[in-house]
C-alpha cells in the first residue's frame, strides 16, 4: 500500500493533476481508482498514470495506491517507490 500526497504551494488552483509511476520491481497495481496502467508489465517495470481533482493553492491531494507484492520477495524486504508529478 502506498499514499502518494502532492502538495500545491502556489500561487493559484493546480487544474487536472496528475503523476505518474513505474512500480518498483517485485509489485503489481492491485487498486487504484483514479489509475491506469500505461505499460511495463506487472511485478517488473508497471508503468501507471494517475489523475487527481484540481488542488487548491495551499492544500494537497492523494492518492492511495493498493499493490500486490510477488511472492518471490523476501520477507521483510523492504520496497520503496518512486513518483513524478507532472502538473
Request: charged fraction near 5%; proline fraction near 2%.
Amino acid at each position: 500500500l502506498y499514499t502518494v500526497t502532492l502538495n500545491n504551494a502556489g500561487p493559484s488552483t493546480a487544474s487536472q493533476v496528475s503523476f505518474d509511476d513505474t512500480l518498483p520491481a517485485g509489485v503489481a497495481l492491485g487498486l487504484a481508482g483514479a489509475c491506469t496502467v500505461t505499460g511495463g508489465t506487472a511485478y517488473v517495470d508497471q508503468a501507471i498514470n494517475c489523475t487527481l481533482s484540481n488542488i487548491t493553492c495551499g492544500l494537497s491531494g492523494g492518492q492511495v495506491i493498493l499493490v500486490d507484492v510477488n511472492k518471490n520477495v523476501a520477507e521483510g524486504t523492504t520496497i520503496t517507490n518512486n513518483v513524478t508529478g507532472l502538473n
